[in-house]
């Protein structure tokens, strides 16, 4: 009797150990399963990760190109338009900067909705369609030998207005938005009364071959804006001594028109006995008027101090002292300047050298030159930034060409028992007053000369300043 019983037992136990086995089973083919549709999906994830990231990359290289681009120092400047002052781009006219890839097609105006390239973003931004706007194209060009070229297949640059980025640039409650003036900046904030130079919006596309894509925006404007509408421009009074030659009629060398001698919005205007001629084509020829003041000054110096030099740096015969510091350069050397041919009248006929042109900074107050006779005069090239009192002796001469920039007043010194003379090509921009009574029968000449190629020379080198970065909806 015990021996049946005893195999029924072990017939029960063999279809537990069955069904343990396929439940097992199961559960490993379920964590397999699982273990297999996690990885497709990490795998898809991480695909989709990289093409987006490579379409931002894309799109990101197109905005640098055109920003470049737009600059009047890249050796490969947009062929129509570039951001040299006082260049505008109207509120209904577009550039394109486009990138098809071999045997391809890219028209972002064909408006087609079979066409992947096509630029609807701009009837968001300006409320009508681009084929209403006047459009000019240009191809990218930055693609080197043996190595790919970037995969942004066009990039868009129009003006930048309150409509087209949705802001308030002037603080009037909006919206509604103003849609037809474009938005300047002065180097520390955006305006809608042309103070600066214009801010241009980027907008680029990038599509890739596996159907990732990605839109990206800039706005941007010159680093340091700075239009030249006379020889001296100040915020302060003029006050011209009898041997102050000033001028807006500009050196024939350079190709930019003929501006005033001086521009001031003082009360007292301008004062003395100087010699000031000049005034813009089509205006009645009169050395100064008053006029408002265009320029921010401390925003300027802030944002070209960056790539300043010391003005008390090795090799400008510039020392510091006191406290607070103030700085003297009995004959200093701030860059190397050109080699020039001048005519009777003290302007520049001819360049034979070209100098090497330095930015230099004054944190204090400083004084160029000195009273005592003998020695090497004052000379320089580039761009002079003083965050204080300027004060010029041209007792043994003083050269400069370029652009001085003072937040400050400006004072003009010499010995009357010598024989001075002094030139300045450029431009003087500065806050307080400028006062040349010292220059009074003086036994020389001075000359001051309007010359805005030699500062936009400089400040086009500054390239374009990145006031906005987004990204948007596709």
Partial sequence: MSTPAHKSRNAAQRGVALLIAIFALLLISGVAISLIVMAGTESAVDGNYRGSTQAFYAAYSGLEEARGRLSGGHPQAFGGFVA?????????????????????????????????????????????PVTSATVQTTTSNSTVAGLPGPAFKWVRITAKTESSSHTDIDNHGAPPYDTATPIFF????????????QVFSLTSLAVLPGGSQRMLHYDVALAAPIPVDAAIHALGDVMAGSALNVTGFTDPVCSSPSTYAVITMGAGGTSGSGNLTGGPPGSLTQGAVQGPFPYNVPALIKTLKTTATAIDAPGTGVT?????????????????????????????????????????????DLTLGTSTIGGAPV?????????????IDITNGFNYFGL????????????????????????????????????QNLSGSVFITQNACMVQNMLNKQGLRILAFRELAQ
């Fill in 379 to 391: 000379s320089g090239q580039g761009i002079l930034m003083v965050k204080g009192n300027l004060t």
């Fill in 186 to 197: 002065d180097g520390g904030n955006q305006n809608k009364i042309s103070s600066g130079a």
């Fill in 404 to 439: 001085i920039l003072v937040d400050g007043n400006i004072t003009a010194a010499v010995n009357p028992s010598n024989a001075a003379s002094a030139n300045i090509h450029g431009s003087i921009i500065l806050t307080g007053s400028f006062d040349a009574n010292a220059l």
């Fill in 320 to 364: 510091g002292s006191g406290s607070p510091i103030v700085y003297k350069g009995d004959h200093a050397t701030l860059g190397v300047p050109p080699t020039v041919t001048y005519d009777q009248n003290g302007a520049v006929t001819a360049i034979s050298a070209p100098g090497t042109p330095v930015i230099h900074y004054s944190p204090g």
């Fill in 84 to 128: 040299v002052m006082p260049n505008v781009l109207g509120v209904n006219q577009v550039r394109y900067v486009l990138n098809p890839s071999a045997g391809e097609v890219v028209d972002p105006t064909n408006l087609a909705a079979t066409n992947p390239y096509r630029d609807v973003e701009y009837q968001q931004e300006f409320g009508v």
